[in-house]
T-cell receptor, first 114, second 111 residues
């Protein structure tokens, strides 16, 4: 089973709203990732958590705040977003076995900021 | 700077018409090369990983190969359900957390 579950599937929010995206995996993976994907573009890495600690932040604006409550869960808290933040937000997870870590992706959350 | 380039950008095939997608890379210390399939509005689905030049992997109508400079995804006798965007990504150097993606090839297979 290589399932990564993301909720909600769709989210519409105003620029003053606060919302959260959730991601869950039960594969025992110790790395979890957030990506942002615009139409007809490849995924862009935002954050990486390794062993529940933030290991990579790709200079993402502070209106995006990641959280890793435990090894199975990953959240992305959203506040005061801009219309240009509308995109598909993808979560992924992988083992950390050194050779070449296969990242398994969830189905994504389609976010629209009005 | 590490770079991944995919070609063609888009490919239209008749059902049964075999072809190949290209992924060329310039990286320091390749750790792994990955192929993903992505349907519109969905997350990328893992297809293959290749680690060293000469390696090949097959799955149904798809076959991935790797040289020191590029990888090919060969599609044999494609069907309309093979229509999707195919993404190539590499991991390189000491940082195995990061995937460097190409811009993808959008494949359409017509009946």
């Amino acid at each position: 089973d290589t399932e990564v579950t993301q909720t909600p599937k769709h989210l519409v929010m105003g620029m003053t709203n606060k919302k959260s995206l959730k991601c869950e995996q039960h594969m025992g993976h110790r790395a979890m990732y957030w990506y942002k994907q615009k139409a007809k573009k490849p995924p862009e890495l935002m954050f990486v958590y390794s062993y529940e600690k933030l290991s990579i932040n790709e200079s993402v604006p502070s209106r995006f705040s990641p959280e890793c409550p435990n090894s199975s869960l990953l959240n992305l808290h959203l506040h005061a977003l801009q219309p240009e933040d509308s995109a598909l937000y993808l979560c992924a997870s992988s083992q950390l076995d050194g050779a070449g870590n296969i990242q398994y992706f969830g189905a994504g959350t389609r976010l629209s900021v009005l | 700077e590490d770079q991944v380039t995919q070609s063609p950008e888009a490919l239209r095939l008749q059902e049964g018409e075999s072809s190949s997608l290209n992924c060329s890379y310039t990286v320091s210390g390749l750790r792994g090369l990955f192929w993903y399939r992505q349907d519109p509005g969905k997350g990328p689905e893992f297809l293959f990983t290749l680690y060293s030049a000469g390696e090949e992997k097959e799955k149904e109508r798809l076959k991935a190969t790797l040289t020191k400079k590029e990888s090919f995804l060969h599609i044999t006798a494609p069907k309309p359900e093979d229509s999707a965007t195919y993404l190539c990504a590499v991991q390189a150097g000491a940082n195995t957390d990061k995937l460097i993606f190409g811009t993808g090839t959008r494949l359409q297979v017509f009946p």
